[in-house]
Nanobody, 120 residues
Framework: QVQLVESGGGLVQPGGSLRLSCAASGSIFRINGMGWSRQAPGKQRELVASINSGNITNYADSVKGRFTISRDTAQVTVYLQMNSLKPEDTAVYYC??????????????WGQGTQVTVSP
């Protein structure tokens, strides 16, 4: 099993920034990709960013140019730097980990989530 623990959510004004962190532990040899998804009230969960062990990244169109995903050299912590935040970015953000294969990412492990609220 892989355990994921998120931190860094909170309340921020529109145009502000937040940085989310996620620490992985356990059987991390099982994973070669990590990512962040979000779910707003009444909406489906959306994968917003992912990164593989070679630091190749993918982003949802809704966050391109504003969010940046990265991971530490030990590849046990993944970060999501969120800039120019908008009210529509308000959601619970979930860290995930899984398999990256042929350009696609398949999350299989999930954190408990951290709330991000963008409001004046």
């Amino acid at each position: 099993q892989v355990q994921l623990v998120e931190s860094g959510g909170g309340l921020v004004q529109p145009g502000g920034s937040l940085r989310l962190s996620c620490a992985a532990s356990g059987s991390i040899f099982r994973i070669n990709g990590m990512g962040w998804s979000r779910q707003a009230p009444g909406k489906q969960r959306e994968l917003v960013a992912s990164i593989n062990s070679g630091n190749i990244t993918n982003y949802a169109d809704s966050v391109k140019g504003r969010f940046t995903i990265s991971r530490d050299t030990a590849q046990v912590t993944v970060y999501l730097q969120m800039n120019s935040l908008k009210p529509e970015d308000t959601a619970v953000y979930y860290c995930n980990a899984g398999a990256w294969s042929r350009g696609s990412y398949y999350p299989g492990y999930w954190g408990q989530g951290t709330q991000v609220t963008v409001s004046p």
